[in-house]
């Protein structure tokens, strides 16, 4: 039990100190129960004829269970499936290389972090599992994480964490689901969050393959409740984390590989929604709902990366949201390919789609944009230095009182070119929609737009990088190192 918060939270990649009970890397096998052992031996016959050692479960019964070479039934090795008792002194004993950590229907508690790196094929998969993490103030801070799987200086190399709902419903709760590095595989899949991640500490899921040849898919991760202010969590008080705006929802940061998300959803976070917007590699987003986070909802970057077939959504807007853009591209190339950008919160504060001078080249195609609201706003926004923008076969509808459907800011970056963008723009006040640049098929616009009120311009609050690996919500983009 807590009695205060700790001030001692690190965050750079690798911050464990002494305080952190879980150290171990693979492939070494920690110590386990006599009983465990028993139960592995009663069926090394199976382990020998090339099947997968199971204790006390047959093979076949077990999802996934043909990927590794032992299979753990959590239950089975004492991890309490009511919710009463911490399950993690329970992962500590059984945990080891080429093993599927099976937990059963049922629910599970967790007041500490497990962490395991430097494995070569590990999997934590649920049937019917819930986790219910500590209280802010219960749990063993400052590593404030369910699941440490690979760092970015020991990664695992392959990851499987799949088949959880995260019951966080309880005051004060909210610890980081999974936090998992790979080198050539990941897999996340099936893991809802149930309740506001009210703690003010790390957000729910990050996920990265360092491998360039790598590959990863994060599908049917949901956050839909989103997170809490920080001024509105425990982890202002004396001690605790400096002040920041919050936790992210998601964050793929460091990926050199290709990293999907499929069909995810995440609500409302006071730091970015889906953050992808600093790594390397190639960042996909397909299908899902996004929405109402600040200062961006689905913040991307990356080398021939893409967006497609998303929604994104800001419907409501908290006292502390000062920015809450819809997709924000910057640091690499991105396509984005039959979207939804849908801004009708009654006071939008900025872009549906923002074009950043990091860009290196922009497509948008097949997207549609819905701007309403009683504030000026604009729709879709490219930085003076951005690189190429092309928009395609996109519809713009805008109905605010000011701003500009379509904002070429500057002369500095590449042209502009669109081809088939239907505006559609509902209230007109004093000629001060006028401002679309992007009227002809085909037509190049490398001119400035007139000048307008500063609720149009870019945000100038200085919300920069700093020791936590808060993400930057300035012009030029600094990757997080959370963490």
Known sequence: MRSTPDPSESSTDDPESGSDRSTSTGPERTPVSRRTFLGRAAIGGLAAAGLPAVVSRTAAAVPRADEYGTVIDMVEEGADDTGTESITPVLESVRGDDTLLYFPPGRYYMDSQFRYTGFENV??????????????????????????????????????????????????????????????RLDIADVRVRGVHDSGTFGPFL???????GTGLVENVRAPDGGAWIDETPHTEPGGLRETRGPDGMLANQTEGTLRFKDC?????????????TSPGRIVVEGGHYSNSNPVSLRIGGTDSEVRSVTVE?????????????????????????????????????????????????RIEGTRVEISGDRPNSGIVISPDAGRTTIADTEILHDVPRGYP????????APLTCSHVRVTEETVIDGSNDGVYCVEDGESIPSDPPESDSSEEEPTEPYSSDESGQPSDTDDDVCPTDL
């Open 207 to 213: 996920a990265n393959v360092l491998g360039s040849d």
């Open 406 to 413: 379509l904002w070429a800011r500057g002369s500095g970056g």
């Open 123 to 184: 999997g934590v998969v649920g049937e019917d599992a819930t986790l219910v993490p500590a209280t802010y103030y219960e749990f063993d801070g400052p590593q404030y994480r369910l699941f440490r799987l690979g760092t970015s200086s020991t990664p695992g190399r392959r990851i499987r964490f799949e088949g959880f709902e995260v019951d966080q419903t309880a005051p004060e709760t909210g610890i980081r689901v999974v936090e998992a590095y790979a080198v050539d």
């Open 265 to 277: 959803v995440i609500g409302g976070f006071p730091n970015h929604g889906l953050y992808a917007s």
């Open 314 to 362: 800001v419907d409501e807007t908290r006292p502390q949201d000062v920015s809450q853009r819809g997709i924000q591209v910057g640091n690499g190339n991105v396509t984005i390919r039959d979207a939804t950008v849908r801004i009708t919160s009654p006071m939008p504060n900025s872009h549906a789609i923002a074009v950043l001078n990091s860009s290196t080249g922009t």
